[in-house]
């Protein structure tokens, strides 16, 4: 069975860009989460969905948004990108965002604004 | 899910010798525990859980205990190889009635030659 799956690997924009991240979830897994973790730091959760529908958002501006598709894949969206936001961007999936789930994570996106 | 976004603490370990991290929870209701591996430039991987019915779970290698009336987690690898070179975290689904996940800071853990 294929595990959580991201594309880009690694992404390159310049200050001001827009990016676009995307995951495709274990299937049968239908809650989706984005983490952000920069470069020797930990987990930092972004965003988490569940049957199409934004259930929970860390603290995070608003241009970092996203959207969980019919099939449970997902975008995160960054707008305005600013160096500061280059960091291992991680989805993980979980068979449904509630008690004791496991979250199974992507291999991440690496993201690097200049 | 929540962490802190703190420089990772580290812990060096010679080949061969016994490894253990630690993590220290505060929601007292978590009632299962996940450890996760990182190694560079991947994302985390499951190593093994546990649930808070018992004391300590084996796998292969690895050992989890977890003391509920300290609320605290440790992670034992044995025989520690080059291989185990990652960043080690403990990770609290959520309980009953919430809907965030909580990772712990991280160890990265070094095994010397």
């Known amino acids: 069975e294929a595990g959580v799956t991201q594309s880009p690997t690694h992404l390159i924009k310049t200050r001001g860009q827009q990016a676009t991240l995307r995951c495709s979830p274990i299937?049968?897994?239908?809650?989706v989460y984005w983490y952000q973790q920069a470069l020797g730091l930990g987990l930092q959760f972004l965003l988490w969905?569940?049957?199409?529908?934004?259930?929970n958002r860390g603290n995070f501006p608003p241009r970092f948004s996203g959207r969980q598709f019919p099939n449970y894949s997902s975008e995160l969206n960054v707008n305005a990108l600013e160096p500061e936001d280059s960091a291992l961007y991680l989805c993980?999936?979980?068979?449904?965002?509630?008690?004791?789930?496991?979250?199974?994570f992507g291999p991440g996106t690496r993201l690097l604004v200049l | 899910g929540e962490s802190v976004g703190l420089h990772l603490p580290t812990l060096s370990v010679q080949e061969g010798d016994n490894s253990i991290i630690n993590c220290a929870y505060s929601n007292s209701a978590s009632d299962y525990f996940i450890w996760y591996k990182q190694e560079s430039g991947k994302g985390p991987q499951f190593i093994i859980d546990?649930?808070?019915?018992?004391d300590k779970r084996q796998g292969q290698r690895v050992t989890v205990l977890l003391n509920k009336t300290v609320k605290h987690l440790s992670l034992q690898i044995a025989a520690t190889q080059p291989g185990d070179s990652a960043v080690y975290f403990c990770a609290e689904p959520p309980t009953s009635g919430t809907y965030k996940y909580i990772f712990g800071t991280g160890t990265r853990l070094k095994v010397l030659a």
């Open positions: 546990i649930r808070s019915n018992m």
């Open positions: 299937s049968g897994h239908t809650s």
């Open positions: 969905y569940d049957e199409g529908e934004e259930r």
């Open positions: 993980a999936s979980s068979l449904a965002g509630t008690y004791q789930e496991t979250q199974y």
